[in-house]
């Protein structure tokens, strides 16, 4: 089953968006199987956001993620990687349709709210970074037959 990484970032916590935002994943059918609340080292910072590190943002990024408890969590479902991608929105705010967590609730690319996976390998290598495999917990939810044909 597919799986995504998913953190709700320092302004998400902060602003009190945690339970509006794991309401949206959940009522959408997808599954939730690793949740932990984290203070982000600098180390965990640089290696989450690698591939920007020769962004001009990079410094200024690291600084916002490392700033304030993080919530990190791992979502599980068929095409959860995209889907999660969409229910999230345009990386910058006032660029995401209304509907979306960034649509809905932000304003500016530097206070975005929230991270997700952006495809299968990122996913494996995000959800490796964060969590140690027994933290990851798989479960049957009993509203499966309700959600799949
Ligand atoms: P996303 O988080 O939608 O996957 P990304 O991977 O391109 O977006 O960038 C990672 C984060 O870096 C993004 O959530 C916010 C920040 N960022 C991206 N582009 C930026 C920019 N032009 N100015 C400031 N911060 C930026
Ligand atoms: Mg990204």
Redesign the pocket.
């Known amino acids: 089953m597919e799986r995504t990484f998913l953190a709700i970032k320092p302004d998400g916590v902060q602003r009190a968006l945690v339970g509006e935002i794991i309401r949206r994943l959940e009522t959408k059918g997808f599954t939730l199987v690793g949740l932990k609340l984290v203070n982000v080292s600098r180390e965990l910072a640089e290696q989450h956001?690698g591939v920007?590190k020769e962004r001009p943002?990079f410094p200024s990024?690291v600084d916002f993620i490392t700033s304030g408890p993080v919530v990190a969590m791992v979502w599980e479902g068929d095409g959860v990687i995209a889907s999660a991608r969409k229910i999230i929105g345009a990386?910058n705010p006032l660029n995401a349709e209304p509907g979306t967590i960034r649509g809905d609730f932000g304003i500016n690319?530097?206070r975005?709210l929230i991270?997700?996976s952006?495809a299968p390998e990122t996913a494996t290598y995000e959800i490796g970074l964060w969590f140690k495999d027994e933290e990851l917990v798989s479960w049957q939810p009993t509203i499966t037959p309700w959600l799949h044909e």
């Open positions: 956001y920007h943002f990024l990386t690319v530097g975005n991270h997700g952006d």
